[in-house]
């Protein structure tokens, strides 16, 4: 079993910047996909960004220009950095992996507990 520990989060004022992390700790295991999303109270979660194992990156339209995903090998470790906070930022957001263990061809995909993110003056 994985298990994803999501850190950063809080309260910032509009404007602001934050810094979300990810890390996946254990062995026997290769990540091929790291991505956010995010949840807002009463809609549907939704795609933020992602990163694959080579490097790619994914952004959704909503944070293009704000946000810059990154994904530390050695540390197994993902970062969304998050600049000029809006209020509709304000969300869940939650940290997924598309993991293969060794030894087994299928993709498992892990979620984060989530973190909550609140945009406000």
């Known amino acids: 079993q994985v298990q994803l520990v999501e850190s950063g989060g809080g309260l910032v004022q509009p404007g602001g910047s934050l810094r979300l992390s990810c890390e996946v700790p254990?062995?026997?295991?290769?990540?091929?996909?790291m991505g956010w999303y995010r949840q807002a109270p009463g809609k549907q979660r939704e795609f933020v960004a992602s990163?694959?194992?080579?490097?790619?990156?994914k952004y959704a339209d909503f944070v293009k220009g704000r946000i810059t995903i990154s994904f530390d090998n050695a540390k197994d470790t993902m970062a969304l950095q998050i600049d000029r906070l809006k209020p509709e930022d304000t969300a869940v957001y939650y940290c997924?992996?598309?993991?293969?263990?060794?030894?087994?061809?299928?993709?498992?995909?892990?979620w984060g507990q989530g973190t909550q993110v609140t945009v406000s003056s």
């Open positions: 990163i694959t194992s080579g490097g790619s990156t």
């Open positions: 997924n992996a598309d993991i293969t263990h060794w030894g087994d061809s299928r993709t498992h995909a892990y």
């Open positions: 254990g062995a026997g295991f290769k990540i091929n996909v």
